[in-house]
Structures are given as structure tokens and as C-alpha cells.
């Protein structure tokens, strides 16, 4: 009976859990983030990052915004968003990271230009577009829980480690 009760209590339909909408021009993104502050600190930041599962902005890297332990203010919100995990796209830099308790690798970035290439940093000044299948595939590594195992497979393959948790 208990089951029956709590069953009655959720909602008629659920909806399936999406990454943050992001836009289709690499553009159009960068002209949004360039003029928002971070909550935290109040500032533009130097280096913007954008949470993929909630879309806040974060400073990334920045020493402005790291707690009394040191730890970076990606960490901190993949803590509180995502239990410890979470994707975040650094604007400035078109990469996409996933941060997991103080480790993290670097993910497939999700905007590629008119030939399919990625433009890490931005150096070649490429119009970029979101390209839905490595969206889809992030995505589905969110909904399936494996952005713990992408971390650790990716740790695995390096010889030298960093620590994520000033990110």
C-alpha cells in the first residue's frame, strides 16, 4: 500500500532529463556569456564557464571565487548540481570538461565549424555550429550515469595527472 501512495505522488508524466539548451551558433553563445556576471563574485569573469546540466555561469579557473580550501568554483557547483560530476563548457576556450570530485578530463567539444573540425581556443576565428550528435552523446552519458566511468577511463589512459580542484 505504501508503494501504491507513493506511486499516486508522482507526476502523471515525467519528463526526461536534458543538458542545458544550448544555442546553435557558437556566436550567439559567446555575445551572451561576454556581458553576464557571476553570481558569486559579482564580476564578468576572465575565464566563463557554463554548467551543462543547470547553465549557470561560472568562473573557471579564477582565483576570485575559490573557497577557503582552494577549491576552483566548477568544483564547487559540480558538487552542489551534480552530486560531484558535472560537464562545464569554458566560452572563451570552446572546450568542454567534466569535472568529478576533484579529478576531470577534457571532453569532445560540442560546436564544430562548416568542415566538421573542432577550434579548440578559437585560434582559427571559425563561425561554429552545436552539432546535435555529440550533444546527443553527452547527453546520454549524463542520463545514463557514465560521466564518472568517462572521467576514470580517460584518467586511465593519461601517464601524467593534474588536479582538477582549484577548476
Known amino acids: 500500500e505504501a508503494l501504491a501512495r507513493a506511486l499516486r505522488l508522482l507526476p502523471a508524466t515525467l519528463t526526461p532529463a536534458t ?13 551572451d556569456v561576454l556581458k553576464r556576471q557571476c553570481k ?3 564580476k564578468v569573469p576572465m575565464e566563463p564557464g557554463i554548467c551543462l546540466l543547470c547553465g549557470t555561469l561560472v568562473c573557471a579557473g579564477n582565483e576570485c571565487c575559490l573557497d577557503e580550501s582552494k577549491i576552483g568554483e566548477c ?11 558535472a560537464p562545464f563548457l569554458l ?15 577534457r571532453h569532445q567539444t560540442l560546436y564544430l565549424d562548416a568542415y566538421g573540425e573542432e577550434d579548440p581556443y578559437l585560434k582559427r576565428g571559425r563561425p561554429l555550429m ?10 546520454q552519458l549524463w542520463c545514463s550515469h557514465r560521466l564518472h566511468a568517462e572521467v576514470a577511463r580517460a584518467n586511465h589512459r593519461m601517464t601524467h595527472h593534474m588536479t582538477w580542484d582549484s577548476i
Do not use: M, S, W
Not at 567534466?98 to 576531470?104: K, S, T
Not at 552545436?130 to 547527453?139: M, P
Open 130 to 139: 552545436l552539432n546535435a550528435e555529440r550533444y546527443a552523446r553527452l547527453q
Open 40 to 42: 558569486k563574485c559579482n
Open 75 to 85: 568544483t564547487q557547483h559540480a558538487i552542489q548540481c551534480g552530486a560531484g560530476c
Open 91 to 105: 566560452v572563451k576556450q570552446c572546450l568542454v570538461f567534466i569535472i568529478r570530485h576533484g579529478a576531470g578530463c
Open 19 to 31: 543538458l542545458f539548451p544550448l544555442p546553435i551558433q557558437y556566436h550567439d553563445l559567446l555575445k
